[in-house]
């Protein structure tokens, strides 16, 4: 009898959270992808191996943002129901002061989930940003998926800091308060964790650009990861490795402001249409 009770109710949690976490999610990365699309812009010209003149310098600053409209909505949500969806089957079952470990796995789990979509329409929109004159049907498929591993490593170590921090930020946050975090408030320690975790990945996130970024025609050795770290390393040093630090980091620590503002607000409306009780809190 106690099974066929909570079934349903189970049953239902689950829809819920997937829901919330869906609409949230693609809310949010929508948002803030449209908003500091320019910002995006420079900071992979920075990057580009062509130079930043001759990839477009401050013109055209939302060339690309159409794959972006289409691919943004869809890559958040998955990373958010993914990671949502981790830590509520886990958490449970997992002592608290081990509940990081699952906040590592569930990030790192939505970022090879969410890649699947993110990667393609990362590879379109920077060969548009900087200006590289082909279409989606001179790629072929080898290409679009060319980055994919280079955006796994750089976006993992992104994951693996900045959602556990933003969760052990709010945690502290909310034992100093004693009461729950406000949107506003999880958005700010979202802001801080992005910050941290974008410093440390700008040497993966410049050489997963350079990848997406090379000739079409390149042989498979040149667009190797390492092979395309030690080159850049070669050519411009550590400067070369944090090439469009500053656009990165303080657009990431702005946009996370907003992004985690928006999914957390998001978030707060739809569990007043979904209803459900969290195994988390903030």
């Keep these: 009898m106690f099974r066929e009770d909570t079934k349903p109710a189970n049953e239902s949690h689950a829809r819920n959270i997937f829901l919330s976490s869906l609409i949230s999610g693609a809310f949010a990365g929508t948002i803030c992808d449209l908003v ?27 060339q690309g ?21 981790i830590k509520e089957f886990l958490q449970p079952n997992v002592p608290f002061h081990y509940h990081w470990m699952v906040h590592m796995g569930a990030a790192a789990t939505g970022e ?25 049907s001179s790629l072929g498929l080898k290409t679009l998926y060319r980055g994919y591993g280079s955006t ?19 945690f502290r946050y909310r034992q100093h308060v004693h009461r729950e ?6 958005a700010a320690c979202g802001a801080a964790s992005v910050a941290i975790s974008a410093s440390i990945t700008t040497p993966l996130d410049v050489t997963k650009t350079r990848i997406m970024l090379a000739s079409t025609s390149a042989g498979k050795d040149e667009v190797k990861i390492v092979s395309m770290f030690r080159q ?36 707060k409306t739809c569990q007043t249409i979904f209803p459900y009780t969290s195994s988390t809190r903030c």
């Design 112 to 136: 090879m989930v969410a890649c699947l979509i993110r990667v393609p329409v990362e590879v379109i929109k920077q060969r548009k940003q900087a200006l590289l004159g082909d279409t989606i």
């Design 65 to 85: 943002i159409l794959p972006v409209m289409i691919g943004s909505a869809p890559a958040a949500s998955l990373f958010f129901v993914t990671y949502e969806g």
């Design 181 to 186: 975090c406000t949107p506003l408030e999880g």
């Design 232 to 267: 850049i390393y070669r050519e411009n040093g550590v400067r070369g490795l944090f090439a469009g630090f500053y656009p990165r980091v303080c657009g990431f620590t702005v946009g996370g402001l907003l992004f985690f503002g928006i999914y957390e607000q998001a978030k």
């Design 36 to 62: 500091f699309f320019p910002i995006d812009t420079l900071k992979t010209r920075l990057q580009s191996q062509h130079g930043f003149m001759k990839s477009g310098g401050f013109k055209r600053l939302y």
């Design 152 to 170: 796994v490593l750089r976006d993992m170590p992104f994951g693996f800091t900045q959602m556990p921090l933003w969760e052990y930020f709010k």
